[in-house]
């Protein structure tokens, strides 16, 4: 009777790689019976270093020195790599590390606008097939429409607010507010006529500056711009909030 033990090898190991060039650390499988030659061609495509400039150090599970694999006709499974081994691999080209991860270093390609235009495979040429977004020319000028008649709703609302005035503001999903106008225009840093309100109590964003611009005098936190449609004018005192109470 043959009492023999016959042992049984994985013909392939999982390793962790690592590179010179690369702060990053790649789990690959592969199989032991390729030559150190065609391993480091796989390990090209995964670090970015060429197979000429390679050196291979390996490592045991727990990162203890073993050997280089620096017989290129050798198989990968003739040296003692097993599971979870690490594979270092050192750059001899002289690249530095992040050089294959840097997207700022990579030459971008670009077309001139009028060759793409004409291009039948494009995402604009979808589009304009499709007549999406502002290839819609009916829903493009619907739009342009509403924001017309938007603005011009804003300024008329707008020509019937005065400096001085007491005001009522009422922006969707906030609560009241009570104040003066301080300015009614156009402004610099966005579209439109705007209101510039002082609170009559510190419910405001500024002190009537925005992006050091002064458009109006006022106390920090009462100040702040709304748009004409949500200001209603009226007589609204200023209410005595007890302040001055022992």
């Keep these: 009777m043959d009492s023999g033990i016959t042992v049984i090898t994985n013909p392939t190991v999982s390793v962790r790689l690592t590179s010179t060039i690369s702060s990053f650390e790649v789990n690959k499988r592969y199989n032991r019976g390729i030559t150190i030659a065609d391993f480091k061609g796989k ?26 694999l620096d017989d290129n006709e050798a198989l990968l499974g003739s040296y003692p790599v097993d599971d979870d081994c690490k594979i270092h691999i050192i750059d001899r080209s002289g690249a530095q590390i992040g050089e294959f991860s840097d997207l700022s270093k990579v030459e971008k390609f670009e077309i001139p606008d009028e060759v793409y235009e004409k291009r039948t495979d494009s995402v604009r040429s979808f589009m304009k097939k499709q007549r999406v977004g502002r290839f819609n020319e009916e829903e493009t000028a619907k739009k342009e429409a509403e924001l017309a008649a938007r603005e011009a709703e804003e300024k008329a609302a707008a020509a019937a607010i005065a400096v001085g005035n007491r005001c009522q503001v009422n922006v969707v999903g906030l609560p009241i507010k009570i104040g003066t106008v301080m300015y009614v225009g156009t402004v610099d840093f ?10 009559d109590e510190p419910l405001g964003k500024h002190d009537g500056s925005v992006k050091d611009k002064r458009y109006f005098e006022c106390e920090n936190k009462y100040g702040a711009f709304v748009k004409p ?3 209603t004018v009226g007589d609204f005192p200023e209410e005595d909030y007890g302040l001055d109470e022992m």
């Design 229 to 231: 449609l949500s200001v």
């Design 190 to 199: 966005k579209p439109g006529h705007w209101v510039g309100v002082k609170y």
């Design 43 to 68: 390990l090209e495509m995964v670090v970015g270093t060429p197979a000429s400039c390679m050196e291979l150090q390996l490592f045991s599970p727990t990162d203890k020195f073993i050997q280089k």
